[in-house]
């Protein structure tokens, strides 16, 4: 007797003999049901929902006494347990497709097919004896794999091939293996085992970012977060590589001091998700190019000069033992790069974000030591950089420290008293509300971060205590007692008490133009971009996303305020988070995620700000507040901008000589 079975959501179908296992009806049909333990009912991954009942034989022994890491839930049965008696209709749910959707949270991967390069694979080896004529142990591991995966083997890794008894001897002749690609045995496991894991990086000039992916669900299993330990050898890139330049052999020095960092990192991850590194089989990195040639032990000095060449601007696969890390069975990819300033950091926003997937116009800009811009849509994609440097994170301000408990990283000025009131990292509570210097106690409140730089600056100028030209104004005093004389400057007084002048929070005159010339170089770039695609209108810009660990905490408005972006409505503007990350994630758990963006960096038309002659005037027009040029007519309804006030007498002489200029 023949019986029809037809799989929902997929719409396919099949017709099986009586008896036949739901699986099995599945493979025939070519529907997405998973399987790790190859229907011996062990993993429990093969669940389906049945319509009608009694198209189903009973429960089977295998799913009475089934123990494994999945529950059988309420009204699902074991496709590898379960057979045709009739025609049956039968639900595969999300949790059961091998190519499920998957949305994450520690970082914004949205919806995206699971599709990992490896999988895992139950086997049960014949069990030896003297006289019987068994074949070896991979022709072994080969036959299994075609007859119950139809997974032809191709090569088995010489470094699993001394493992393979071992481990069948400590799993009684059962063993899990793993397959990469499809075809290529990379790994080997006593037992029964149904988790391996990945780790996506992003390598950024500043600090490192981690994520632990169970790859085949696409579960974030665990995020860490660290100091790149080459802030030691220069806060930008252009540094590091001078420190390569004048001391022969540091960018071996370089090089091992983010791979001990990585090391660590995978270490810390795994311990965190209570795993041995053996199960972390693939991993993806993303960097700027320098960090990435870094890694990969090339010299970095030819992109520290024109015409910055690239040693490769593909994508790059090694091994993990290669790199100096600790992981015996995991190979890593690291993404293609663009261009010599617009790394494989890039390739991954692009592919978080998007634009080469919309007909609408995107503005994309990683904002971090090095800045990453790009702008475009399906029709056509241009990338650039623009040297920010570290003004952003903290470092070359007074007063700026990383985003960590403490840290000032809301500011509003009192457009009346002038007074400010702030909030700290760790507190929800602003520094005027009741119970405040309670529970900041045992905080020390000893600086600013990037997100709390970017207000006070904003809350400065439209409190009309800067100008548009970012001078503090010397009239400041008579206003406020926060305005203080500061060697030939002016500075203001964040936080703290003026009798204790010692343990303040100030942002001095420096400050200013610190962020001045950071916001006008990312301007500038942002500005080149809108011209090469003919869209210097704002309006034309369809929307402008903010990348980064940094950008992710920019108040849209404050980014608007400063000119850190074009006079776009708010409204367009969005904080997405670390998109590199999240890019890097998405390429370590789908395949066709990798081919998409090896595909679209070919098409991305590369912008070199260093060579361009409009860049300089662009950088000179920026370093107004908000802009020296440009008008805002879509901010002026957003937020009350200060009214245009006259330049005290001799301010400007003083801010920039400190004694009046002589008469002509």
């Not at 090569?155 to 990469?180: E, F, M, S, Y």
């Not at 600086?447 to 207000?455: A, L, N, T």
Request: net charge negative; charged share 20%; glycine share 10%.
């Amino acid at each position: 007797m023949t019986c029809r079975v037809e799989f929902a959501p997929s719409g396919l179908s099949v017709t099986v003999n009586e008896g036949t296992t739901v699986l099995d009806a599945a493979r025939l049909a070519g529907v997405d049901l998973d399987s790790t333990c190859g229907g011996r009912g062990l993993c429990g991954r093969c669940q389906i929902v049945p319509t009608n009942l009694n198209a189903l034989t009973g429960w089977a022994s295998t799913e009475e006494e089934y123990k494994g890491r999945r529950p059988i839930l309420d009204g699902q049965r074991l496709g590898c347990a379960a057979q045709v008696c009739g025609n049956l209709k039968v639900e595969v749910p999300a949790a059961s497709q091998v190519h499920k959707q998957v949305v994450r949270k520690s970082v914004d991967v949205g919806n995206i097919e699971i599709d990992p390069l490896v999988r895992l694979h139950y086997i049960e080896l014949e069990k030896a004896e003297l006289g019987s004529d068994l074949r070896g142990l991979a022709e072994q591991i080969a036959e299994r794999l075609s007859k119950t995966y139809d997974v032809t083997m191709s090569r088995l890794a010489t470094h699993v091939l001394p493992l393979i008894a071992p481990a069948a001897k400590q799993g009684d002749n059962t063993i899990t293996v793993a397959v990469r690609h499809g075809h290529e045995v990379c790994a080997v496991y006593p037992g029964y085992i149904d988790q391996a894991f990945g780790i996506a990086v992003d390598v950024g000039s500043t600090t490192i970012a981690g994520h632990l992916v169970d790859l085949s669900t696409g579960e974030i299993r665990a995020t860490n977060g660290v100091m790149n330990p080459q802030i030691r050898f220069g806060d930008d890139l252009m540094s590091r590589v001078s420190y390569v330049m004048m001391n022969p052999g540091g960018e071996v020095e370089l090089t091992r001091s983010v791979r001990t960092a990585l090391d660590e990192m995978v270490g810390t991850l795994v311990a965190e998700a209570g795993i041995d590194r053996d199960v972390v089989l693939d991993m993806t990195i993303v960097g700027n190019p320098i960090m990435h040639h870094v890694i990969l032990g090339i010299d970095p000095t030819p992109l520290g000069q024109a015409p910055f060449l690239l040693a490769t601007d593909s994508s790059v696969v090694t091994s993990a033992a290669n790199l100096d890390i600790d992981a015996r069975f995991c190979e890593v990819y690291l993404l293609p790069c663009i261009a010599g300033h617009v790394g494989a950091d890039t390739a991954g926003a692009i592919l978080a974000e998007g634009p080469h997937r919309s007909d609408a116009l995107q503005l994309l800009v990683d904002v971090g030591t090095n800045a990453e811009i790009v702008f475009g849509n399906s029709a056509h994609v241009l990338a650039a950089s623009s040297p920010t440097g570290p003004a952003f994170e903290g470092a070359q301000i007074s007063a700026g420290m990383r985003a960590t408990a403490g840290a000032i990283e809301r500011v509003r000025i009192d457009r009346d008293t002038l007074e400010p009131r702030v909030k700290v990292i760790g507190s929800d509570l602003w520094s005027d509300d009741p119970g405040f210097d309670a529970e900041t106690r045992s905080l020390e409140i000893s600086g600013i971060c990037g997100s709390g730089i970017i207000e006070v600056m904003g809350e400065l100028y439209l409190s009309g205590l800067i100008d548009v030209d970012g001078t503090v104004r010397s009239d400041g005093p008579a206003k406020t007692s926060r305005i203080f004389a500061h060697g030939r400057t002016f500075s203001y007084r964040l936080f703290g008490d003026a009798d204790e002048p010692a343990a303040n929070i100030n942002v001095t005159q420096d400050d200013v133009r610190a962020i001045q010339l950071a916001k006008a170089a990312l301007r500038a770039g942002i500005d080149l971009l809108c011209e090469h695609a003919g869209k210097t209108d704002p309006n034309e810009i369809g929307s402008v996303r903010l990348a980064g660990a940094f950008g992710a905490h920019i108040d849209p408005l404050y980014a608007k305020v400063i000119g850190l972006v074009p006079d776009v409505p708010v409204a367009k503007v969005a904080s997405v988070g670390n998109a590199a990350g999240a890019g890097a994630v998405r390429a370590l758990v789908s395949a066709s995620q990798r081919a998409e963006i090896e595909e679209t960096v070919r098409r991305v038309n590369k912008i070199e700000t260093a060579t361009e002659p409009r860049f300089q005037d662009l950088f000179v027009n920026a370093m107004g507040f908000p802009h020296t040029t440009e008008p805002t007519p879509n901010l002026a309804t957003e937020t009350t901008l200060p009214v245009a006030q006259a330049k005290p007498e001799g301010a400007g002489d003083r801010q920039r000589t400190g004694r009046r200029r002589r008469p002509a």
